[in-house]
């Protein structure tokens, strides 16, 4: 069944059932709504389905304590001679059956789920097939809407420069049509996005445009549009005001008159994580992992002269900060209601034995991630059978912490596609050429490797920095348009790295969802008033119907409008302003749901 692998044990959550489904004679014993031991193949399901009640969980999708819509059995369920015949949907010999041609659910208001699924289905119909499909509809939007996916490996890539080059005139491309590029990594398999987060990075000022980037308004922008395609978010606080890593960590500007004195740039540090988490929860963008500083072989926040003075690594200072910015987002996180996992970032498998027993040793324990940059090129000889025995070594020494490699990048070609001078010059001899399949082949044989050691995911660095007509303070372009997942025409390479995400990986519990036999894109102009909508598999002109929900399931909306002709139709749908916040568009073909789709509302 589609649903295999999807909740473990399921039952669904639906004890004690107070919805006014009582003494129910259609086939429901034991009252438990049961999916106990579900044979449609129901497992694992951790994507936000917990204390469900009557179906409707607590993961932020809105629907709270909605009481399923059974109450008084409103939901055009009267007179039920429906006798359920043996459905074997965990119903406990429900005879989930249908009787009386008029039992039609049609359109009962009981919540957002509710008020797309069950679209005036007559259950007397092939009831079966029906309900198979609503299930699959179900599960599909759940898996879009949760905050973080029904998967045990996570597939993620930073994506901190797509709202830099979209700006620059970028377009991305897919098969040579224009498409989100949040949803076109969605849909090869993306499950996690990593964003990098400035202080202040006024660097920008003078540079292209004068509009900063990686700052906490871009960084909303950016949460909103991975959220709305159903990915997690992995924040990384740099910490600094440009870029962080092991050569450089240099504190904000706005911290220097406290650099030197330790209790008063601790309390800085507290209250700029604990104030960003706290505002970002307030619209609903929360991330659900955070990272404390990015590659800190050196420590964080340190002073212009400890910088400059070469590689020093002072454990009391550097773990008083630690763990004061993880005690911020331990408080952000209670005074939310919200698990927010928290990761230590090591640049280098070789580097991150020693470096993890100085934070163990000196009292950083209160983590949940040790996050690691591998690159072959910076960080040979150390192989890829090497990067899976440091992963086991850490899996066995800190039990109980994850291990995930945080950033990796291989080239694709040699070649230039601008001014701007690269940075990863370098194949391995076992990848070589540098091509596109070898790519693919360095990522996947890395990602199995990992994976068998215990890690819990794989981040690629920076996949759509391709190039633009704008400037680094290095040069004009990119610095990594060689090593992203598009050609120089900015169309996503059809055999390259991007397909690593899917590949069918040993040892690695898949729940994928069945592809829709329409591909629909729903992206909000920069205006914020419209919808582009785009339909490819509908061959003749349709007219169909748009809604805009909020996240409670509310329809704020409803617009229709015609498909067009062609192989991919293309139409705006005008919107009312809205606030800032996630919203979800369905599309209707009478009152078939076709598919949905999150956008992100962000304040300018």
Known sequence: MFLRDTVSSAEFGVRNLECGVRNLECGIWSAEFGVRNLECGVRSLECGVRNLECGVWSAEFGVRSAEFGVRSLECGVRNLECGIWSA?????????????????????????????????????????????????????????????????????????YVNEMEDCGVEYKESGAAKDVYQIFKDNGGNLVRLRLWHTPSWYDTLNMGKRYADFQDVRKSIARAKAQGMAVLLDFQLSDFWADPQRQLCPSAWLGVVNNLPLLKDSLYNYVFKTLSDLNAEGLLPEMVQIGNETNRGI?????????????????NSQLFKKAIQAVRDAENAAGKKVKVAIHIAGPADAGWLMQGFWSNGVTDFDIIGISYYWAWHKPTSITDAGNIVAQLKQLYAGKEVMIFE?????????????????????????????????????????????????????????????????????????????????????????????????????????????????????????????????????????????????????????????????????????????????????????????????????
């Open 408 to 604: 990796t990048g291989y080239i694709w070609t040699t070649q230039f596609n601008d001014n701007a001078s690269n940075i990863i010059n370098v194949v391995h001899p076992n990848y070589a050429p540098a091509s596109p399949e070898n790519q693919r082949r360095w990522l996947v044989d890395m990602t199995q490797e990992v994976l068998n050691k215990g890690a819990s995911g794989v981040l690629y660095w920076e996949p759509a920095w391709v190039s633009s007509t704008c400037w680094t303070p290095w040069g004009q372009g990119s610095h990594q348009e060689h090593a992203t997942f598009f050609d120089f025409q900015n169309n996503l390479l059809p055999n390259g790295g991007i397909k690593w995400m899917q590949y069918p990986y040993e040892n690695l519990v898949s729940t994928e969802t069945p592809t829709a036999a329409i591909d629909l894109q729903i992206t909000l102009d920069s205006s914020q008033r419209h919808l582009q909508v785009r339909i490819k598999g509908i061959d003749e002109d349709r007219q169909l119907t748009l809604q805009v929900l909020d996240a409670s399931g509310k329809v704020l909306t409803t617009a229709p409008f015609s498909t067009g002709f062609g192989a991919m139709s293309a139409t705006q749908v005008p919107i009312p302003v809205l606030p800032a916040g996630i919203y979800y568009a369905v599309v209707y073909d009478e009152n078939v749901a076709l598919g949905s789709r999150g956008f992100g509302v962000f304040q300018n």
């Open 301 to 317: 926040v340190l002073s212009p002269a400890m910088d400059a003075a070469g590689w020093s690594l002072d454990w009391n200072r």
């Open 88 to 160: 074997e949907f965990g119903l406990g010999s429900a005879e989930f059956g249908v009787r009386s041609a008029e039992c039609g659910f049609g359109r009962a208001n009981v919540g957002f789920f509710l008020q797309i699924l069950w679209y005036e289905v007559c259950l007397c119909k092939a009831f079966y097939m029906n309900f198979r499909m609503i299930l699959f509809v179900f599960t599909a939007i759940m898996l879009s809407a949760s905050t973080l996916p029904a998967q045990n490996f996570f597939f993620g890539n930073d994506l901190s």
